[in-house]
Protein backbone atom coordinates (compact mmCIF):
# COMPACT_ATOMS: atom_id res chain seq x y z
CA UNK A 1 0.00 0.00 0.00
CA UNK A 2 1.71 3.65 -0.31
CA UNK A 3 2.57 5.23 2.37
CA UNK A 4 -0.77 8.09 2.34
CA UNK A 5 -2.59 5.40 2.83
CA UNK A 6 -0.59 5.02 6.88
CA UNK A 7 -3.07 6.07 9.18
CA UNK A 8 -2.13 9.34 11.42
CA UNK A 9 -2.90 8.24 14.93
CA UNK A 10 -2.36 9.80 18.24
CA UNK A 11 0.93 8.81 19.91
CA UNK A 12 -0.84 7.74 23.33
CA UNK A 13 -4.51 6.00 23.96
CA UNK A 14 -6.07 3.97 27.35
CA UNK A 15 -5.48 1.15 25.80
CA UNK A 16 -4.13 1.24 22.52
CA UNK A 17 -1.03 2.75 21.29
CA UNK A 18 1.33 3.78 18.05
CA UNK A 19 4.71 4.45 17.44
CA UNK A 20 7.08 4.44 14.60
CA UNK A 21 9.35 1.43 13.97
CA UNK A 22 11.19 1.79 10.78
CA UNK A 23 11.15 2.38 7.04
CA UNK A 24 10.66 0.28 3.96
CA UNK A 25 13.35 -0.33 1.50
CA UNK A 26 10.59 2.07 -0.45
CA UNK A 27 10.93 4.38 2.18
CA UNK A 28 7.73 4.24 4.01
CA UNK A 29 6.65 4.47 7.28
CA UNK A 30 6.32 1.02 9.60
CA UNK A 31 4.27 1.47 12.92
CA UNK A 32 3.84 -0.66 15.92
CA UNK A 33 0.51 -0.91 17.83
CA UNK A 34 0.09 -2.03 21.36
CA UNK A 35 -3.09 -3.41 22.60
CA UNK A 36 -3.48 -3.76 26.64
CA UNK A 37 -6.05 -6.17 28.15
CA UNK A 38 -7.71 -5.78 31.06
CA UNK A 39 -6.02 -8.93 32.20
CA UNK A 40 -2.57 -8.29 31.82
CA UNK A 41 -2.65 -9.70 28.15
CA UNK A 42 -0.71 -7.74 25.35
CA UNK A 43 -0.22 -8.07 22.03
CA UNK A 44 2.30 -5.76 19.62
CA UNK A 45 1.04 -5.86 16.17
CA UNK A 46 2.94 -4.23 13.09
CA UNK A 47 1.26 -2.29 9.94
CA UNK A 48 4.01 -4.56 7.85
CA UNK A 49 2.26 -8.00 6.99
CA UNK A 50 -0.24 -7.37 9.73
CA UNK A 51 2.25 -9.35 12.01
CA UNK A 52 1.35 -10.20 14.93
CA UNK A 53 4.97 -9.81 17.05
CA UNK A 54 4.91 -9.82 20.77
CA UNK A 55 1.83 -11.75 22.70
CA UNK A 56 2.76 -10.79 26.26
CA UNK A 57 0.85 -13.15 28.34
CA UNK A 58 0.86 -13.77 32.81
CA UNK A 59 2.41 -16.92 33.95
CA UNK A 60 1.32 -18.94 37.02
CA UNK A 61 3.92 -17.69 39.27
CA UNK A 62 2.21 -14.02 38.05
CA UNK A 63 5.14 -13.06 36.32
CA UNK A 64 4.84 -12.14 32.22
CA UNK A 65 6.15 -13.87 29.71
CA UNK A 66 6.43 -13.15 25.56
CA UNK A 67 4.57 -16.35 24.17
CA UNK A 68 5.74 -15.69 20.57
CA UNK A 69 8.89 -16.53 18.61
CA UNK A 70 9.90 -13.66 16.35
CA UNK A 71 12.29 -10.49 15.87
CA UNK A 72 12.94 -7.46 17.58
CA UNK A 73 13.13 -4.93 14.76
CA UNK A 74 10.89 -4.43 11.50
CA UNK A 75 14.28 -4.69 9.31
CA UNK A 76 14.57 -8.57 10.46
CA UNK A 77 10.23 -9.22 9.40
CA UNK A 78 11.46 -7.25 6.00
CA UNK A 79 14.67 -9.42 5.09
CA UNK A 80 12.37 -12.67 5.71
CA UNK A 81 10.36 -15.23 7.44
CA UNK A 82 6.59 -15.40 8.70
CA UNK A 83 6.64 -15.10 12.21
CA UNK A 84 3.39 -13.81 13.11
CA UNK A 85 2.08 -12.64 10.10
CA UNK A 86 -1.03 -12.89 7.97
CA UNK A 87 -1.10 -15.41 5.82
CA UNK A 88 -2.82 -14.70 2.02
CA UNK A 89 -3.85 -14.27 -0.54
CA UNK A 90 -3.42 -18.08 0.22
CA UNK A 91 -2.18 -20.15 3.30
CA UNK A 92 -0.18 -23.53 2.49
CA UNK A 93 0.61 -24.57 -1.03
CA UNK A 94 -1.32 -24.43 -4.42
CA UNK A 95 -0.15 -27.35 -6.41
CA UNK A 96 0.10 -28.07 -9.81
CA UNK A 97 2.90 -25.98 -10.44
CA UNK A 98 1.01 -22.75 -8.41
CA UNK A 99 -2.02 -22.84 -11.33
CA UNK A 100 -5.02 -23.68 -10.75
CA UNK A 101 -8.81 -22.70 -12.67
CA UNK A 102 -11.40 -20.67 -12.01
CA UNK A 103 -14.43 -19.93 -14.46
CA UNK A 104 -12.90 -22.29 -16.84
CA UNK A 105 -9.91 -20.55 -17.14
CA UNK A 106 -6.15 -21.39 -16.11
CA UNK A 107 -4.20 -19.14 -13.40
CA UNK A 108 -0.16 -19.64 -13.10
CA UNK A 109 1.11 -17.72 -10.32
CA UNK A 110 4.06 -16.05 -9.99
CA UNK A 111 7.01 -18.37 -8.78
CA UNK A 112 10.75 -17.05 -7.83
CA UNK A 113 11.70 -20.39 -8.87
CA UNK A 114 9.92 -21.32 -12.49
CA UNK A 115 10.60 -25.52 -11.55
CA UNK A 116 9.05 -24.96 -8.19
CA UNK A 117 6.06 -28.04 -8.19
CA UNK A 118 3.72 -25.20 -5.89
CA UNK A 119 3.31 -21.63 -5.21
CA UNK A 120 3.33 -21.26 -0.79
CA UNK A 121 1.45 -18.66 1.68
CA UNK A 122 0.36 -16.47 -1.10
CA UNK A 123 3.90 -16.64 -3.36
CA UNK A 124 5.00 -13.14 -4.93
CA UNK A 125 2.17 -11.01 -3.76
CA UNK A 126 2.21 -12.13 0.07
CA UNK A 127 0.38 -10.65 2.90
CA UNK A 128 3.01 -10.81 5.23
CA UNK A 129 5.25 -8.74 2.88
CA UNK A 130 2.66 -5.97 1.81
CA UNK A 131 2.25 -2.78 3.94
CA UNK A 132 -1.64 -2.21 5.48
CA UNK A 133 -3.96 0.79 6.53
CA UNK A 134 -4.61 1.00 9.68
CA UNK A 135 -7.47 2.17 12.50
CA UNK A 136 -7.26 2.38 15.72
CA UNK A 137 -10.34 1.79 18.11
CA UNK A 138 -10.10 2.38 22.18
CA UNK A 139 -11.95 1.13 24.65
CA UNK A 140 -12.43 -1.67 27.28
CA UNK A 141 -11.52 -4.16 24.28
CA UNK A 142 -8.92 -2.20 22.44
CA UNK A 143 -9.11 -3.04 18.38
CA UNK A 144 -6.62 -2.74 15.39
CA UNK A 145 -8.22 -2.74 12.13
CA UNK A 146 -5.84 -3.48 8.91
CA UNK A 147 -7.02 -3.24 5.56
CA UNK A 148 -5.21 -4.08 2.08
CA UNK A 149 -5.90 -4.22 -1.77
CA UNK A 150 -4.63 -6.31 -4.01
CA UNK A 151 -5.25 -5.53 -6.94
CA UNK A 152 -6.50 -7.56 -10.08
CA UNK A 153 -3.10 -9.87 -11.43
CA UNK A 154 -1.16 -9.51 -8.11
CA UNK A 155 1.22 -12.60 -8.16
CA UNK A 156 -1.27 -13.59 -10.73
CA UNK A 157 -4.02 -13.66 -8.68
CA UNK A 158 -7.24 -12.74 -10.45
CA UNK A 159 -9.27 -10.53 -9.71
CA UNK A 160 -9.35 -7.39 -6.79
CA UNK A 161 -9.16 -8.43 -3.22
CA UNK A 162 -10.04 -5.96 -0.36
CA UNK A 163 -9.07 -7.52 2.89
CA UNK A 164 -9.33 -6.39 6.48
CA UNK A 165 -8.09 -8.66 9.43
CA UNK A 166 -9.28 -6.65 13.00
CA UNK A 167 -7.38 -7.96 16.24
CA UNK A 168 -9.42 -7.36 18.98
CA UNK A 169 -8.06 -8.26 22.98
CA UNK A 170 -11.40 -9.59 24.87
CA UNK A 171 -12.54 -9.33 28.28
CA UNK A 172 -12.31 -13.07 28.59
CA UNK A 173 -8.01 -12.79 28.45
CA UNK A 174 -8.46 -13.35 24.73
CA UNK A 175 -6.83 -11.61 21.32
CA UNK A 176 -9.33 -12.55 18.77
CA UNK A 177 -8.70 -12.55 14.68
CA UNK A 178 -11.59 -11.31 12.47
CA UNK A 179 -10.54 -12.06 8.60
CA UNK A 180 -12.74 -10.58 5.96
CA UNK A 181 -12.00 -10.37 2.26
CA UNK A 182 -14.25 -8.88 -0.30
CA UNK A 183 -14.11 -8.72 -4.49
CA UNK A 184 -16.14 -7.85 -7.02
CA UNK A 185 -14.73 -10.51 -9.01
CA UNK A 186 -15.00 -14.35 -8.60
CA UNK A 187 -11.46 -15.04 -7.17
CA UNK A 188 -9.85 -17.37 -4.22
CA UNK A 189 -9.10 -16.81 -1.27
CA UNK A 190 -7.84 -18.63 2.13
CA UNK A 191 -6.43 -16.46 5.43
CA UNK A 192 -4.14 -17.50 8.55
CA UNK A 193 -2.14 -15.91 10.82
CA UNK A 194 0.83 -17.73 11.56
CA UNK A 195 2.21 -17.35 14.70
CA UNK A 196 4.78 -19.69 16.55
CA UNK A 197 3.37 -20.09 19.95
CA UNK A 198 5.91 -21.15 22.45
CA UNK A 199 3.79 -20.98 25.63
CA UNK A 200 7.13 -21.87 27.62
CA UNK A 201 8.34 -18.27 26.95
CA UNK A 202 9.96 -17.37 23.62
CA UNK A 203 13.57 -18.98 23.57
CA UNK A 204 13.50 -20.86 26.63
CA UNK A 205 13.53 -24.56 25.25
CA UNK A 206 11.15 -26.89 23.06
CA UNK A 207 7.67 -27.70 23.50
CA UNK A 208 8.19 -31.51 24.27
CA UNK A 209 6.64 -31.09 27.53
CA UNK A 210 3.45 -29.16 26.57
CA UNK A 211 -0.03 -31.14 26.15
CA UNK A 212 -1.72 -30.34 22.98
CA UNK A 213 -5.62 -31.12 22.39
CA UNK A 214 -7.35 -30.90 19.49
CA UNK A 215 -10.74 -31.49 18.62
CA UNK A 216 -10.27 -33.08 14.83
CA UNK A 217 -11.91 -36.49 14.07
CA UNK A 218 -10.10 -36.01 10.59
CA UNK A 219 -7.14 -35.18 8.98
CA UNK A 220 -5.67 -34.21 5.32
CA UNK A 221 -2.61 -36.16 4.54
CA UNK A 222 0.17 -34.94 1.96
CA UNK A 223 2.45 -36.81 -0.40
CA UNK A 224 6.39 -36.13 0.28
CA UNK A 225 6.23 -32.52 -1.49
CA UNK A 226 3.61 -31.86 1.39
CA UNK A 227 1.37 -31.06 -0.99
CA UNK A 228 -2.29 -32.39 0.16
CA UNK A 229 -3.54 -35.88 -1.60
CA UNK A 230 -7.12 -35.09 -1.80
CA UNK A 231 -7.91 -38.08 0.83
CA UNK A 232 -9.87 -36.91 4.00
CA UNK A 233 -8.96 -39.40 6.30
CA UNK A 234 -9.70 -40.84 10.08
CA UNK A 235 -7.18 -39.70 13.06
CA UNK A 236 -8.05 -43.35 15.04
CA UNK A 237 -5.48 -45.65 15.03
CA UNK A 238 -2.74 -42.59 14.00
CA UNK A 239 -0.34 -40.03 15.68
CA UNK A 240 -2.38 -37.36 15.08
CA UNK A 241 -5.36 -38.42 17.20
CA UNK A 242 -4.86 -35.67 19.65
CA UNK A 243 -9.03 -36.16 20.74
CA UNK A 244 -7.79 -36.49 24.61
CA UNK A 245 -4.74 -34.46 25.53
CA UNK A 246 -1.29 -35.94 24.61
CA UNK A 247 2.24 -34.76 25.45
CA UNK A 248 3.54 -33.44 21.85
CA UNK A 249 6.89 -35.03 22.74
CA UNK A 250 5.38 -38.35 22.34
CA UNK A 251 5.01 -37.46 18.38
CA UNK A 252 7.42 -35.27 17.23
CA UNK A 253 9.57 -38.30 16.33
CA UNK A 254 7.84 -41.38 15.46
CA UNK A 255 8.38 -43.29 12.24
CA UNK A 256 5.00 -42.27 11.07
CA UNK A 257 5.45 -41.38 7.41
CA UNK A 258 3.27 -38.20 7.52
CA UNK A 259 5.59 -37.11 10.61
CA UNK A 260 9.18 -38.27 9.53
CA UNK A 261 8.95 -36.81 6.19
CA UNK A 262 8.62 -33.65 7.55
CA UNK A 263 10.62 -33.71 10.81
CA UNK A 264 7.59 -33.14 13.46
CA UNK A 265 4.29 -31.59 12.85
CA UNK A 266 2.78 -30.33 9.67
CA UNK A 267 -0.34 -31.36 9.33
CA UNK A 268 -4.06 -30.23 8.69
CA UNK A 269 -6.43 -31.25 10.90
CA UNK A 270 -10.60 -31.06 9.95
CA UNK A 271 -12.13 -29.54 13.21
CA UNK A 272 -15.19 -30.91 14.26
CA UNK A 273 -18.56 -29.39 14.23
CA UNK A 274 -20.09 -26.70 11.98
CA UNK A 275 -18.01 -24.49 9.82
CA UNK A 276 -19.20 -21.22 10.26
CA UNK A 277 -19.58 -21.48 14.05
CA UNK A 278 -17.42 -20.58 16.12
CA UNK A 279 -16.46 -23.53 18.15
CA UNK A 280 -13.33 -25.08 19.96
CA UNK A 281 -10.33 -26.40 17.55
CA UNK A 282 -7.18 -26.90 19.63
CA UNK A 283 -6.12 -26.64 23.49
CA UNK A 284 -2.52 -26.51 24.45
CA UNK A 285 -0.66 -25.77 28.12
CA UNK A 286 2.74 -25.65 29.01
CA UNK A 287 3.68 -27.51 33.00
CA UNK A 288 6.15 -24.90 33.72
CA UNK A 289 4.46 -21.27 32.92
CA UNK A 290 1.13 -23.09 33.85
CA UNK A 291 -0.45 -20.96 30.97
CA UNK A 292 -3.21 -22.84 28.53
CA UNK A 293 -4.14 -21.39 25.58
CA UNK A 294 -7.63 -21.68 23.81
CA UNK A 295 -8.17 -21.91 20.04
CA UNK A 296 -11.60 -21.43 19.00
CA UNK A 297 -12.70 -20.70 15.15
CA UNK A 298 -15.22 -20.11 12.81
CA UNK A 299 -12.73 -22.18 10.54
CA UNK A 300 -13.29 -25.64 8.59
CA UNK A 301 -9.47 -26.40 9.62
CA UNK A 302 -6.60 -25.72 11.66
CA UNK A 303 -2.68 -26.40 10.89
CA UNK A 304 -0.38 -27.98 13.58
CA UNK A 305 3.55 -27.38 12.55
CA UNK A 306 5.85 -28.12 15.12
CA UNK A 307 8.50 -25.44 13.98
CA UNK A 308 10.30 -28.49 12.05
CA UNK A 309 13.99 -26.43 11.51
CA UNK A 310 16.20 -29.55 11.64
CA UNK A 311 19.61 -28.58 12.57
CA UNK A 312 19.12 -24.92 11.29
CA UNK A 313 18.77 -22.29 13.99
CA UNK A 314 17.42 -18.61 13.90
CA UNK A 315 17.97 -15.39 16.04
CA UNK A 316 15.61 -14.05 17.84
CA UNK A 317 14.23 -11.67 20.04
CA UNK A 318 17.33 -10.99 22.95
CA UNK A 319 19.89 -12.35 19.99
CA UNK A 320 18.19 -15.64 21.65
CA UNK A 321 18.59 -18.66 19.44
CA UNK A 322 15.44 -20.43 18.18
CA UNK A 323 15.93 -23.97 17.61
CA UNK A 324 13.86 -26.85 16.11
CA UNK A 325 10.42 -27.68 17.90
CA UNK A 326 10.54 -24.64 19.82
CA UNK A 327 7.14 -23.45 18.77
CA UNK A 328 3.90 -25.11 17.81
CA UNK A 329 1.70 -22.95 15.06
CA UNK A 330 -1.83 -23.31 15.22
CA UNK A 331 -3.18 -21.57 12.09
CA UNK A 332 -7.14 -21.97 11.36
CA UNK A 333 -7.44 -22.44 7.67
CA UNK A 334 -9.80 -23.47 5.11
CA UNK A 335 -8.95 -26.79 3.11
CA UNK A 336 -5.80 -26.64 1.68
CA UNK A 337 -5.07 -26.75 -1.92
CA UNK A 338 -9.01 -26.25 -2.30
CA UNK A 339 -8.50 -24.81 -5.48
CA UNK A 340 -7.21 -27.93 -6.91
CA UNK A 341 -9.12 -30.54 -4.64
CA UNK A 342 -12.94 -30.48 -6.26
CA UNK A 343 -14.10 -32.73 -3.10
CA UNK A 344 -12.86 -29.75 -0.72
CA UNK A 345 -15.06 -26.92 0.37
CA UNK A 346 -14.55 -24.45 -2.15
CA UNK A 347 -12.42 -21.49 -1.19
CA UNK A 348 -14.07 -19.19 -3.93
CA UNK A 349 -15.42 -15.61 -3.30
CA UNK A 350 -17.02 -12.95 -5.16
CA UNK A 351 -19.81 -10.79 -5.57
CA UNK A 352 -22.37 -12.30 -3.04
CA UNK A 353 -19.96 -14.40 -1.57
CA UNK A 354 -17.70 -12.22 0.72
CA UNK A 355 -14.98 -14.46 3.23
CA UNK A 356 -15.71 -14.12 6.90
CA UNK A 357 -13.70 -16.07 9.61
CA UNK A 358 -12.90 -15.37 12.84
CA UNK A 359 -10.37 -17.22 15.78
CA UNK A 360 -9.86 -16.41 19.40
CA UNK A 361 -6.77 -17.40 21.67
CA UNK A 362 -7.91 -17.04 24.77
CA UNK A 363 -5.28 -17.51 27.48
CA UNK A 364 -5.51 -18.88 31.56
CA UNK A 365 -3.72 -20.55 34.04
CA UNK A 366 -3.29 -24.15 34.85
CA UNK A 367 -3.08 -24.19 38.74
Partial sequence: MAAALLFSAPAKAENITVQDWGVTEKGATVQLYTLKGARGLEARITNYGAVLSDLIVPTRDGKKVDVLLGFDNFKDYE???????????????????????????????????????????????????????????????PSLMLTVASPDGDGGYPGLLVTTVTYTMTRDNGLKIDYQAVSPDVTIANLTNHAYFALQGEGNGDIANQTL???????????????????????????????????????LTLPDPQIAMRGGLDISMIVNGKPGTMRPAAKMSDP?????????????????????????????????TYLTYYSMSLETEGYLDAVNQPQFPSSTIGPGKPMHETTLFRFGIVR
Avoid at 103 to 128: D, E, S
Avoid at 218 to 239: C, K, M, W, Y
Fill in 79 to 141: RGGIYGGLVGRYVGRISKGGSFTLNGKTHQLQKANPAAKFVIHGGTAAFHKKLWYAEMKDGPE
Fill in 288 to 320: GTGIVMEVLTTQPAIQLYSNNIGTRTVVGKGGK
Fill in 213 to 251: QVFADRFTPQDADNLVTGEIASVDGTPFDFRKPKRVGEV
